[in-house]
């Protein structure tokens, strides 16, 4: 028996329409078409040609490029490492159509190198420069779930680290982003236990699942808010019904609708309190007589 013929199956325009509405921009979160290329193939089996048609309706041009210039890092030589070799790149990544028999074993082998090493290069491709401000930015929302937003951490550091945030090694710092990012109830009972760095990130989750599920519904947290609200107005009633009506501030009557020049005492015009005739008369009542010391001539 000869080599079976290779199984094709040509996209079809809604296909491509569909993966390309469907997916994010490969920028934007790159595991979409990852995901979506890994299947497509092992199931369609694209050709060379085919392959670039992905690249060009899926990626956009600098998307393109970046990724056959880091599948193009990834060429295995014949000993199974890395090539610096331009032929043998040539050969295996090749930028321009190549000469390939598919329905040859030769012709299989080097398109299926082709199709690996393009996997390759999507998911070097897809790993940004470190960007740790995007990580510290993933803070957990008021209603979200703990595990929710723990793998929405996870994959701020898959997408904007190298970090592998599975590894054992990676623990320590994804348990310190998942606290003190975390909700404000969550963030403070978590940071009360001891050796908080030594803890695993699973056992950290149970507990702010805990945290999260002895939370109030919003129902009860409107009934509180409404019966705070409540007594807060029954004392301002009670004050106001406590407090005697017809109640002005005294006022002191000494310079009420008073002249420049009159007597806030006598109320007469002409002189001041201090030398208010009247004040001083009431004040002295009768004047004292000085004794006056007469000297009398002797005879």
Known sequence: MGIPRLQYWPFSTSDLYNWKTQ???????????MAL???VMFTHQPTWDDCQ???RIL?????????QIEARKLVPGDDGQLTANPDLINATFPLTRPAWDYNTAEGRGRLHLYRQTLMAGLRAAARKPTNLAKVYSVLQGKTESPATYLERLMEAFRQYT???PEAPGSQAAVVMSFVNQAAPDIK???QKLEDLEGKQIQDLLQIAQRVYNNRDT??????????KMTKVLAAVVQKEHLQPENTQPRRSPRHDNLSKDQC??????GHWVRDCPKKKQRGQGTPRSTPILVAQDED
């Open 23 to 33: 997916s994010a921009r490969f920028s934007d979160n790159p595991k979409d078409l």
């Open 37 to 39: 290329l890994d299947s």
């Open 53 to 55: 048609q992905l690249l």
């Open 59 to 67: 990626f956009t041009t600098e998307e393109r490029e970046r990724i």
């Open 162 to 164: 190298p970090i592998d």
């Open 188 to 190: 403070r009972k978590l």
């Open 218 to 227: 919003p129902e009860e947290q409107q009934f509180k808010a409404t019966e």
């Open 264 to 269: 806030a005492y006598c109320k007469e015009a």
